[in-house]
């Protein structure tokens, strides 16, 4: 969670703009609350002379709210796309620079899963769920405060309620968290598996198999379905305990308030203040205790995601290659995919500049493993690769690919226009 907040803070300027101005959606709401109540007791003791200023106070007071509202969409807004769009490209950046064998480990469609459907569950569920808590913490303490000062036993039957309100969702947080996590896994294996199934569409059409396809496409669809539901099962068990302590405590408020009225410690307009301000703390009870394990709930999600910002390889660059001048050298070379079973054992060969050189053996010999090795693809080799007496494990990935390339035996285009794909994104 500690990499959530570090992204979440990423641009602090306008985190403290966002809750500065749902500080003031939450004051200017209760000051209207304030402005009821007071309206109520102008009635109620028939000086209309008061009537005309609160009015034009309420309607002043209304034009604020409007303007902070729009304020504050537009400062989230823009904190969300700025946020979700560095989170996003930072987790891209180092799935990009990651080394094939890495790469490899996992199917692209996990890549694919996390950038858009992880990254969307944080949005929702921290991101958004922040700036929620800090606006029914805001709320509620101001609401508390004035509860206080009009009625102490007000404020100590709602923390008692609101207290008991916390307890046992609480206790549901860890199961919620995994099964979040479970749905997060089932969406990602549905979305590699898609994947999948697309790449071979001609297969499964040369081989009449759809049947059997769409089968195995229905079992994956049911179990993201099926984890979706436990977990929203479980979440809305966590809302109604929150409901059920939220209407309890708005409930006892209106009975004191109403008692307090019945005994003329109050007016009517104080008991209708009172009444609306303990919307400001019931409703933070009951929302606040559903964001918060909404935000525990992404915890295993963001675990995953701090996995594949982590960088495995420590970049030991260091050594230029300005021009290829002479020529490469393999010594000693040794490399497995697996303990059991060597790819390459003491190769010994050096490929001299503007010679040609044909590669050949049998299926599964090493030639392709020899060249990617060559490429810089792997780097747990033993042995050594030099270009031009350099290190090739020690120059820099700008100058080697500067001088080296290679055209891939599988074709691919990107969807771009024929220029770019010719050119490679290249200035020429």
Do not use: W
């Not at 769920?129 to 303490?141: A, E, G, P, V, Y």
């Not at 929150?242 to 708005?250: G, W």
């Amino acid at each position: 969670m500690k990499m959530l907040l570090k992204y979440a803070l990423k641009y602090k300027g306008q985190f403290f703009t966002r809750i500065a101005t749902i500080s003031l959606v939450a004051l200017a709401s209760i000051c209207f609350d304030f402005m009821m109540g007071f309206i109520v007791d102008i009635f109620a003791s028939g000086d209309v002379n008061k009537f005309i200023p609160i009015i034009v106070a309420t309607i002043g007071l209304i034009i604020i709210m409007f303007i902070t509202e729009y304020l504050d969409g537009l400062v989230m807004s823009k904190y969300i796309k700025n946020t979700v769009n560095y989170l996003r490209c930072d987790i891209f950046s180092k799935v990009i620079n990651k080394d094939i064998k890495d790469f490899s480990l996992d199917n692209s469609g996990k890549y694919i899963s996390v950038l858009y459907n992880d990254v969307k569950m944080i949005e929702d569920n921290f991101l958004n769920n922040i700036f929620l808590i800090i606006s029914s913490l805001i709320s509620f303490t101001i609401s508390l405060g004035v509860l206080f000062f009009i009625s102490p036993s007000i404020v100590v039957f709602i923390a008692v309620f609101g207290a008991l309100g916390f307890i046992i969702p609480n206790a549901l947080s860890k199961k919620l968290v995994i099964e979040k996590n479970e749905y997060s896994k089932n969406l990602e294996e549905i979305t590699s598996l898609t994947k999948d199934l697309f790449t071979g569409f001609e297969v499964i059409k040369g081989f009449n198999i759809s049947n059997k396809i769409n089968k195995i496409f229905k079992e994956s669809s049911i179990k993201v379905e099926s984890s979706k539901r436990r977990y929203a099962i479980l979440e809305a068990i966590i809302k109604g305990f929150s409901l059920s302590f939220s209407v309890t405590i708005y409930l006892g408020v209106l009975i004191l308030g109403g008692y307090l009225m019945y005994k003329k410690s109050i007016s009517v307009g104080t008991a209708i203040i009172i009444i609306q301000l303990s919307t400001h703390i019931v409703s933070p009870v009951k929302t606040s205790i559903s964001l918060i394990n909404q935000i525990k709930s992404v915890s295993l999600i963001a675990d995953k995601i701090e996995e594949i910002l982590e960088t495995s390889n420590e970049s030991i660059e260091e050594v230029k290659l300005n021009e290829f001048e002479n020529s490469i050298e393999v010594k000693n070379l040794n490399y497995s995919y697996t303990s059991d079973r060597k790819a390459l054992d003491n190769i010994n060969l050096t490929f001299e500049k503007n010679k040609k050189y044909a590669i050949v053996g049998e299926s599964g010999c090493g030639k392709s493993t020899l060249i990617k090795l060559l490429m810089r693809y792997y780097t747990d080799y033993e042995g050594s690769i030099n270009f031009d007496n350099k290190d090739l494990k020690e120059i820099y990935s700008l100058d080697l690919y500067k001088n080296i390339s290679m055209i891939q035996q599988n074709v691919f285009m990107f969807d771009d226009s024929i220029k770019e794909n010719i050119k490679l994104f290249a200035n020429l």
